[in-house]
């Protein structure tokens, strides 16, 4: 089959949609984030990557903390939400009922309703052009019981979501291989 070649600026496949939690108290928003990728184990690391016209930027550089909010398909209307609407002219905890619940080491507060959230502490911060990357290190990780299965999350219980090429995908709840399948 041919291959045509594409810009160099399309995206990685498949990308999440993460709620992400910045600020704390009164300041406390919301903003949605595909550019969010585990990037080492030891210590544990998640790159996240904002715009400086976000209002969430402002609130990045002065608490350095955030907190990753996981949604499940029931909750893409308010990952949608959360994406197109700037926390400068709406409340977007307030506009979407979502609760704020106090974190166990950072201040800024977690999604209640999200079922996985991961707090994190930024250590690093790069200025790559469009966007500035934070590096936050996972203090913490929260998850709903009924989703967990060997201290982990259940990936067949998560009923969640992909985001490719500015669409939102369903995953399917199926394990199609384990990793380490093909040396078997
Ligand atoms: C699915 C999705 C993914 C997004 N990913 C990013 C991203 O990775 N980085 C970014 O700066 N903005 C991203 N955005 C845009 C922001 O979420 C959006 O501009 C938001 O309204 C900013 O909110 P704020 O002004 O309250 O910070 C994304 C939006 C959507 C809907």
Not at 17 to 24: E, F, L, P, Y
Not at 76 to 96: A, F, I, P, Q
Not at 154 to 182: C, M, R, V, W
Request: aromatic share 8%.
């Amino acid at each position: 089959m041919e291959k045509k070649t594409l810009s160099p600026k399309l995206a990685t496949i498949p990308m999440p949609a993460a709620v992400i939690s910045v600020g704390v108290e009164e300041d406390a928003n919301l903003i949605t984030l595909a550019y969010v990728g585990k990037v080492c184990l030891n210590p544990p690391i998640i790159a996240i990557s904002i715009q400086p016209k976000r209002y969430s930027y402002q609130l990045i550089e002065k608490y350095g903390e955030f907190v990753i909010n996981y949604p499940t398909v029931n909750q893409l209307r308010e990952t949608d939400y959360c994406g197109t609407r700037s926390g400068r002219d709406v409340n977007k905890w307030k506009e979407l009922h979502l609760t704020k619940e106090k974190a166990s080491i950072v201040k800024v507060p977690m999604v209640k309703e999200f079922p996985w959230n991961m707090e994190c502490k930024v250590i690093k911060k790069l200025e790559l052009g469009s966007h500035v990357c934070y590096f936050g290190e996972v203090v913490a990780t929260h998850c709903n019981s009924e989703l967990i299965k060997d201290d982990n999350i259940d990936p067949e219980q998560i009923s969640t979501f992909a985001y490719i090429s500015g669409n939102y995908i369903p995953l399917e709840q199926k394990i199609i291989g384990k990793h380490g399948f093909s040396l078997k």
